[in-house]
């Protein structure tokens, strides 16, 4: 059975810094991209950050320069380094495995996902 596992989620003041994890677990995840993403209230699950074979990372636009993804393959496990953080980075954030092995940047590359985290961001 998959399992993707988010952790490390919360209220922080702005310009604050949170780390996410995703312990992954029925699957050799190393082999396929790992994404992060996020949904506020009312609106689209929008894509954060995903890293795929050969420590290769893209990040959305506004999160480049302020989230690092990282991943440890020994552990099954997938890091979101959010620095310098917004109220608009406020959000349940979503760790999942593709289906593929290279740059995926949409919801529907995506075939496991975690039960997502909240994060909030006060001013």
């Known amino acids: 059975q998959v399992q993707l596992v988010e952790s490390g989620g919360g209220l922080v003041q702005a310009g604050g810094s949170v780390r996410l994890s995703c312990a992954a677990s029925g699957r050799t995840f190393s082999r396929y991209a790992m994404g992060w993403f996020r949904q506020a209230p009312g609106k689209e699950r929008d894509f954060v950050a995903t890293?795929?074979?050969?420590?290769?990372?893209y990040y959305a636009d506004s999160v480049k320069g302020r989230f690092t993804i990282s991943r440890d393959s020994a552990k099954n496990t997938v890091y979101l380094q959010m620095n310098s953080l917004k109220p608009e980075d406020t959000a349940v954030y979503f760790c999942a495995s593709s289906v593929l092995s290279t740059l995926a940047l949409s919801t529907p590359q995506y075939d496991y996902w975690g039960q997502g985290i909240q994060v909030t961001v006060s001013s």
């Open positions: 890293i795929w074979s050969g420590g290769h990372t």
